[in-house]
Structures are given as C-alpha cells and as structure tokens.
C-alpha cells in the first residue's frame, strides 16, 4: 500500500499562503470602501442639500395635510377633515377642473407648435438663425415683461389684436374681452403658455430631427412618398422618443401652472383662470390654513404621478 505523505516543506509553504490570501482579500474590501466613501463624499453635499431643502418639506407637507395648522398656533391632528373639505370647496371643484381643462387644450398645442416650428426652422431658409433665436427668447425672456406686453397686445380697448379684429369685420360687441373676460381668459392664459413654452421645445425637436438619418428620407422618395407620407411614415416614427418626452415634461408643467395665471389674471375673473396650485398658494399664504393647503397639494401630486405611469406604462406598451 502506498501511503501519502506530506513533506514539511509543503506544509510550511501553505502555511504562509493562509495569511497571505487573508490579507489580499481585505486589502480588496478596504479598496473597495475606500473608493465607496470617496464616490459617497462627492454626492454627500448635493444629497444633503435635497434632503433638507427638498426631500423634508415634501415630506413635512405629506404629513402636514392630516393637521390643523395656521403657522402660529400648535398643530393639531386633523384626520381626513382636510380631505371631506375638498369635496365642499367650490373653489376647489373649480380649480380642479380649470387645470384639467389647460392641460388638455396647452399640451398638444404646445407640441404642436413646437413640432412645426422645429420643421420650418431645420430648412434651409434665409434668417434661420434669427428666427431660432427669436422664438426662443420668450422663454428665457423675464416673465413679468413678457405677460406686461402680452396685456398690452390683447387689450380688449386699444389692443392691436383686437384692432385686427375689429379692421376685418368684427363688430364692437362681439370683440373678445381676452382676460377681462370670463369666457376667454383661460384662452388668454392658455395661449400665452403655449407662446413662451413653444421655443423650448422647439428646440428638443430640432435636436431630434438632426439625428434622423437622411437616407431614410432618401429611401422614402425613391419609393413614391410625397411630403406628407414622409412626415407620417418616417418624421414622427423616428421623433417617437422625443414627442414622448416632450410629452410628460408639458403635463407635468401644465398641471403646475401658477405664474402666468399670477401675473395675467390672478385666477379670475371670479374663479375662471382658478387652477390648483394658485388655489394652494391662496389657501397657505392668503389664509394661512396650512394643513388644507398641503392636502390640495397632496392631491395635485397624486394626479400628476397617476397620469405619468399612464403615460409611461402607454409609451412600454407602444
């Protein structure tokens, strides 16, 4: 029989590999957290700055809208009263339907005007700098100059557009009173959204239409397709990406509407520009209930995140 035997030599050398392993694996772990601490040391600054400034009163407000506060008392438990209150405010009802009512009439507007600004101005035409920058300067433009000129522009009085009207057969009394006017102010207030939103996008649009390729437009000619097949069949497939982004970045702004109502109509007359998040601002700041104002906020995020998986459970499917 022969009988295995292990030499001292070979015993000694394994020995002294043991520890050596030991230490390789966690000098490897000591990298591996070192390099963790030095990436967390990069992000921990912006993190704390969310968290503080951002993540806590989102929080603070989620908590805030099942309470009674008016920022001077001490607050007290309020349980769903702020919520079976919703269902009693009229300016609520309003509000609600007034921003529903501006994101389904401004978005597709927007992107439609986005969308055929982006197609003119990617030809080769003369001025195509200018008028780029020119569509888009009213969205960098300051909003309380734009919206000063544009009450100015659509002055039922002495309003040019007005004027125009008036020049080509409109009869005084049916001259729209625009933002004085009940029934056209959200017109006044959707427009103007559409008008300084519209170069924004215009430009999202043109960076896509540049990454097409050209040869499928090439391909599209050779096979008979005039124009408009060509924007059907190979412009909008291949701007899919893009008009879907534009998308949910116009509903989610839509549905935050707050300034242009502020410094065109301040939600009126009576409560027909009224959309939600002027309604929390006269809730938290006019009235100070803080705790129903948080609990109109708390159903305006539940209503944007619910149309936003929609949109993107849509766009999967698709």
């Known amino acids: 029989m022969l009988v295995a035997t292990i030499s001292p030599a070979m015993s000694d050398r394994q020995a002294e590999t043991a520890p050596r392993r030991k230490v390789r694996v966690v000098s490897r772990r000591r990298r591996r957290i070192e390099n963790a601490l030095i990436a967390y040391s990069f992000i921990a600054p912006n993190f704390l700055g969310f968290a503080i400034f951002t993540l806590g009163p989102i929080l603070f407000a989620f908590a805030l809208a099942f309470m009674h506060w008016d920022g001077s008392n001490p607050i007290t438990f309020a349980g769903l009263d702020n919520f079976w209150r919703l269902f009693e405010d009229r300016a609520f009802v309003d509000a609600f339907w007034n921003t529903i009512v501006y994101t389904v009439v ?4 927007t992107l439609a005007s986005a969308l055929g600004l982006a197609i003119l101005l990617n030809q080769k035409i003369f001025g195509r700098d200018f008028f780029r920058t020119a569509m888009f300067f009213p969205y960098v433009a300051s909003l309380v100059a734009v919206a000063v000129v544009w009450n ?12 125009l009207l008036y020049t080509i057969g409109v009869p005084p009394e049916e001259l729209p009173g625009w933002a004085a006017d009940r029934h056209w102010a959200m017109v006044t207030v959707i427009l103007f959204g559409a008008w ?3 170069g924004y996008y215009m430009v999202i649009y043109l960076a896509g239409l540049q990454g097409i390729n050209s040869e499928l437009y090439e391909a599209a000619g050779l096979d008979g397709a005039n124009a408009w097949q060509k924007f059907v069949h190979v412009t909008l497939p291949q701007l899919a990406p893009t008009t879907f982004f534009v998308t949910v970045m116009l509903t ?12 065109i ?6 409560t027909s520009t009224l959309v939600l998040v002027y ?8 009235s ?9 906020a708390l159903v305006l995020f539940l209503l944007v ?5 929609v949109q993107f459970r849509r766009q999967r499917e698709d």
């Not at 100015?152 to 004027?163: Q, S």
């Not at 995140?305 to 998986?309: R, S």
């Open 152 to 163: 100015m522009v659509f002055n039922p009085e002495m309003g040019p557009v007005n004027m």
């Open 106 to 109: 401004s978005v597709p507007l």
């Open 265 to 270: 109509t301040q939600g009126g007359p009576g």
């Open 279 to 286: 309604h929390i601002y006269n809730e938290a700041f006019i």
């Open 288 to 296: 100070w209930d803080l705790g129903y104002s948080s609990m109109i």
């Open 196 to 198: 300084k939103s519209m």
């Open 305 to 309: 995140l619910v149309v936003t998986v």
């Open 252 to 263: 989610i702004q839509s549905f935050k509407v707050f300034d242009q109502v502020y410094m």
